[in-house]
């Protein structure tokens, strides 16, 4: 089956309405028309929220002629099209709830909120042209203007024509960005239309959009569609049966998961006896806060799996849990080394759903475990915060080949611009510092990064890729993600051998590390109380209702300069030898 959002944008076709506040310099509509379409748009939404009133026969036999004249368009000949007042798409909204909820939930999902780049327009490059989900024929161009800050300033007019409607009721739905600015506008009837910019928001916005331009993503999903796939990506987060059963369906829907019944019982009865130092533990959860978000990091970088913890027993033989990610009082992402029962015992209670694997390390290598120069490692580290500095950059190895469609490093980078604008010091946290980090300097904000970037003839898409070091230090110390925590365990207690030196584990994603050749491989010599189904897991499964799926578990043996420059995208997530 080709994915929805992939057949959309194929086809042209959208879910469209009229209405909404005009933004911008396009006055097409007299305000009154405009009001009408908001009224309009506010009734088709909430009849389809609301749904109460039994359908009667002619809200059948309207339905029925309207699906008819919908497919009438999609039956006349290639050569002499036939544009129909609406599409069936168009009008599901005010549709009678019981034929529009279900087509619906059919046509939208949380990707469709992504805007889809159509390319970059500046002063100097002419016009550029798109094919867009409502009008098929689209052309854009930039004119710098007098600004009410002073000549020297200045602002802009952007200018966007459009035309081929595919029916009269669609609509297509603008981003437009800066890394200083974001802003939107939608068009409803096919003309040319014009976007003021009043005045750029400093001279460097200016010499960015004169050397690169503004940006233009389209939603592909229109209106309406934008604001259904909200709702479709919105239950990710819900803390209820709903969620879960969103995020199983997302999964399902955009990496092929299978989400099989794993046979009861659901929790293991683990003897601590048989777990080891060096054990590796893979958690996914499913719904709440940290479900939404993890369903979201494995979509982007093929894990099956949201977050990793790993085992260690003291002198005393006492099994601890150590984990970067672990919540303290205050509310805080910290590292810290957890008693195993007390870990245990919040595992059971989460309401998230994890769902839990052990994967015992293979006994050649548990027998060359260093035990002390692992525990020396987790205390050095304990109490420092989860690594956020790095945390994308584990994801982004590529220049295109890491971010799934139509999410692309523009899209990236103009979100990661303005997010600097309105939260400078979380920014600073998960980007700044580690962009300046690749370029050798100190202290560079977002935007001067970008200078020095261009002063180097590089582009901030290329600057994302450099691999990440793990000898870097930060300002508040080394910083490393749940995976990378571990990792650079393995690499203090010798599990990596002679590639230690040579592997960068901040560049390691979930699924690189439990790709890793370094775990149990005889199924035989798995603990009589792993619930691995009879043979049919290579690991252990302590929790969880669903069979968890490792796709390529313990398959490749390490390299040199693994997982630097690695693509990992959806559905298969397709890996090059070495890469």
């Known amino acids: ?237 819900s803390n209820t049966l709903w969620g879960q059963n969103a995020n199983i369906a997302f999964l399902k829907k955009h990496m092929g998961a299978s989400f099989e019944r794993h046979p009861q019982p659901w929790r293991a009865t683990i003897n601590v006896e048989d777990v080891h130092s060096g054990d590796f533990l893979a958690i996914s959860k499913i719904r709440g806060r940290w479900g939404g978000f993890e369903t979201l990091e494995k979509w982007v970088t093929g894990a099956f799996a949201g977050h990793t913890s790993v085992c260690l027993k003291d002198e005393d033989g006492n099994l601890w849990v150590g984990e970067s990610g672990h919540e303290n009082e205050k509310g805080e992402e910290i590292i810290a080394m957890i008693p195993w029962d007390v870990w245990w015992a919040a595992a059971l209670q989460d309401s998230s759903n994890p769902h839990i694997a052990l994967l015992p390390l293979h006994p050649e290598l548990r027998a060359k475990f260093n035990s002390t120069a692992a525990w020396e490692y987790a205390r050095s580290m304990s109490g420092k915060p989860y690594g956020y500095h790095n945390m994308i950059f584990s994801w982004i190895d590529t220049i295109g080949d890491n971010y799934p469609p139509p999410l692309d490093s523009n899209l990236v980078i103009s979100v990661l611009s303005m997010w600097t604008r309105l939260q400078p010091s979380y920014a600073t946290n998960m980007l700044n510092e580690a962009l300046n980090k690749r370029l050798g300097t100190e202290e560079l904000s977002l935007h001067h990064i970008l200078a020095e970037t261009e002063s180097r003839g590089m582009t901030l898409d290329h600057l ?34 002679p590639y230690s030196n040579s592997i960068q584990v901040t560049e390691f994603t979930i699924r690189d590390a439990y790709m890793l050749n370094i775990f149990e491989d005889n199924r035989t010599r798995l603990p009589t109380w792993c619930n691995n189904e009879g043979g049919r897991l290579s690991f252990c499964q302590i929790q969880g209702e669903y069979r968890m799926e490792l796709p390529q578990y313990n398959t490749i043996k390490p390299y040199a300069k693994m997982n630097e420059h690695c693509p990992s995208l959806p559905p298969t997530y397709d890996r090059p030898v070495n890469c």
């Open 464 to 497: 994302l890729t450099i691999p990440e070091q793990d000898e870097w230090v930060y300002s508040d110390g080394k910083s490393t993600t749940c995976v990378a925590f571990i990792l650079e365990m393995y690499k203090e207690a010798g599990i990596l051998g």
């Open 1 to 237: 089956r080709i994915p929805w959002s992939r057949r959309q944008r194929d086809a042209g076709d959208v879910v469209g309405a009229r209405g909404g506040r005009r933004r911008g310099a396009d006055a097409g509509r007299p305000a009154r028309s405009v009001a009408a379409g908001a009224g309009n748009t506010s009734h088709g939404v909430s009849s389809l929220a609301m749904g109460s009133r039994r359908g009667g026969p002619w809200e059948l036999w309207t339905t029925a002629w309207l699906l008819l004249l919908g497919s009438w368009s999609g039956l006349a000949p290639v050569a002499q099209p036939l544009k129909v007042p609406f599409r069936v798409r168009d009008v599901l909204p005010v549709l009678p709830r019981q034929v529009s909820w279900p087509v619906l939930n059919t046509l939208h999902s949380a990707v469709d909120l992504l805007p889809m780049f159509v390319g970059s327009v500046a002063p100097d490059n002419g016009t550029i042209g798109w094919k867009g989900a409502c009008f098929f024929q689209n052309e854009a161009r930039l004119d710098v203007t007098g600004g009410a800050r002073g000549a020297d300033l200045g602002g802009a007019v952007l200018r966007l024509k459009t035309d081929a409607a595919h029916s009269w009721t669609c609509m297509d739905l603008y981003v437009f960005a800066t890394p200083y600015r974001i802003m939107w506008d939608y068009y409803f009837s096919a003309r040319e239309h014009t976007f003021e910019i009043k005045s750029w928001e400093e001279p460097a916005e200016l010499e960015y959009v004169k050397q690169h331009g503004i940006a233009v993503f389209l939603m592909p999903s229109g209106m309406l569609g934008t604001l259904f796939s909200l709702v479709d990506v919105l239950p990710l987060f």
